[in-house]
């Protein structure tokens, strides 16, 4: 289901352990009052292993000593074991030779321009915020039974013939589409949440001098200032 850019519900909170800056020359996570950074390398790394277990057992599968029961002289059980080499030969070299430094997912506060991460060994979509299609996918049983929601961005800024589908993995997708629209509704104040504890201030101060302009998303829930005084001083300049 296609999500409206508008904060639903309570969002997921980020503490302050989430902040990774550089490591070991490889992009790592970020977040403040401008950019909320991640890297999704890791994953690369998964798929790796992934690739590895699909070769050892295409093998292993193909060359069993024939005192088993397994048909080895089956065309198509061996045709399976060949594709199944294959297919794990591509995901090692995917892991191996993709750029990490394009699979990232990038919030820009200040600009409203998103970046995430493309199909295969294609460079990042980066496009505005508020043009980008989101959705909930829903897996499920019998008698409509919900067994896994899941966040996907659609590749829309750079459509294709058949559209394509990036996944965040998070366990409430709702609250983590909460939190990218609240984030990125620059008018509002930061999300809660410690990560952002060291630039609440800062962010006030920008959008006072600015005359707290009207938020640019809705919201099913209220998203008040850090203190009393700054929420005061928010409805008496900015009127909300």
Do not use: C
Request: charged residues 25%.
């Amino acid at each position: 289901m296609k999500q409206p850019h508008r904060i639903l519900e309570y969002p997921t909170v980020y503490d302050k352990d989430f902040t990774v800056y550089e490591k070991n020359g490889e992009l790592s996570d970020h977040a403040d009052d401008k950019v909320f950074f991640r890297s999704f390398a890791f994953l690369l790394t998964s798929n790796l292993y992934w690739g590895i277990g699909a070769v050892a057992f295409g093998v292993i599968g193909l060359f069993m000593p024939g005192d088993t029961e397994l048909p080895e002289n089956d065309k198509y059980y061996i045709l399976l074991l060949i594709l199944l080499i294959l297919g794990g030969l591509f995901w090692m070299f995917y892991a191996l030779y993709a750029n990490k430094n394009y699979k990232i997912f990038e919030l820009n506060r200040l600009t409203g321009m998103v970046t995430y991460p493309d199909s295969y060994f294609r460079k990042p979509l980066k496009g505005r915020f508020k043009e980008l299609h989101a959705v909930i996918t829903v897996t499920g049983g019998v008698d409509d039974y919900v067994d896994s929601e899941y966040l996907k961005f659609v590749n829309t800024f750079n459509p294709r013939r058949f559209t394509l589908l990036y996944t965040f993995y998070g366990s409430e997708p709702y609250k983590d589409w909460s939190f990218y629209v609240w984030y990125m509704d620059k008018n509002r104040p930061l999300p809660p949440g410690e990560i952002f504890d060291a630039y609440r201030e800062r962010d006030f101060e920008r959008r006072k001098k600015l005359g707290f302009p009207k938020p640019l998303y809705g919201s099913n829930i209220p998203t008040p200032e850090a203190t009393p005084a700054q929420q005061a001083e928010r409805e008496r300049i900015g009127g909300w």
